[in-house]
């Protein structure tokens, strides 16, 4: 099993340009979530999806939008890039079932925005 | 004030040291996650716990439910367990997780 994979591994944008970062788990979970970490903070959700079709916002949603159209991937896209989204991004999956909550985490993707 | 905070932010020993990286918070939870971040790379977790404690190798995750702290300590520490420590909890319907701010350890030879 790969786990949670994500594509790409690296990224430099110009500003206003586009961009979609893919995420895919082979673990048959149903929540996904997509992340930025920044220096000195901690990790902040951007979106989240609770199973296939699904999507909701989660604490910095804005600039993003997001994508479960298959259970296994989850897409992250940037419609504009702005500096302030230069940051690393992580996918991280897990089990529905109540309890089992741990989280799997892709291996993220370094975005600069120039 | 942040939900989950951890302490110290930035932690030096000495190999073979007893290190300890603190967690508190301040809402309610159904489990606290430890997880490690070594540099450059990715997210693994290490512990998810809702009470007592649990052991795996040389690394020790407690909680205190009542005092809203947990403690991880690694003993006989190796420059291998040089890392940033994050501490996060979930709770709530959807179970999503609010991270604290981490800690870098750095354990020298």
């Known amino acids: 099993n790969a786990g949670v994979t994500q594509t790409p591994k690296f990224r430099v944008l110009k500003t206003g340009q586009s961009m979609t970062l893919l995420c895919a788990q082979d673990?048959?979970?149903?929540?996904m979530y997509w992340y930025r970490q920044d220096p000195g903070m901690g990790l902040r959700l951007i979106h989240y999806?609770?199973?296939?079709?699904?999507?909701a916002k989660g604490e910095v949603p804005d600039g993003y939008n997001v994508s479960r159209l298959k259970k296994q991937n989850f897409l992250l896209g940037l419609e504009s890039a702005a500096p302030s989204q230069t940051s690393v991004y992580f996918c991280?999956?897990?089990?529905?079932?109540?309890?089992?909550?741990?989280?799997?985490f892709g291996p993220g993707t370094r975005l600069t925005v120039l | 004030k942040n939900e989950v905070e951890q302490s110290p932010q930035n932690l030096t020993a000495q190999e073979g040291e007893f290190i300890t990286i603190n967690c508190s918070y301040s809402?309610?939870?159904?489990?606290l996650h430890w997880l490690q971040q070594h540099p450059g790379g990715g997210i693994v977790s290490l512990f998810m716990?809702?009470?007592g404690k649990k052991k795996h190798g040389r690394l020790i995750a407690t909680i205190n439910i009542q005092e809203k702290h947990s403690s991880l300590h690694i003993t006989a520490s190796h420059p291998r367990d040089s890392a940033v420590y994050i501490c996060?909890?979930?709770?709530?319907?959807?179970?999503?997780?609010?991270f604290g701010k981490g800690t870098k350890l750095s354990v020298k030879p």
């Open positions: 999806s609770v199973g296939e079709g699904t999507t």
């Open positions: 673990m048959n979970h149903e929540y």
């Open positions: 996060a909890v979930s709770g709530g319907s959807q179970g999503n997780l609010i």
């Open positions: 991280a999956s897990r089990e529905a079932v109540a309890g089992l909550n741990e989280q799997f």
């Open positions: 716990l809702s009470s």
């Open positions: 809402v309610g939870i159904s489990a």
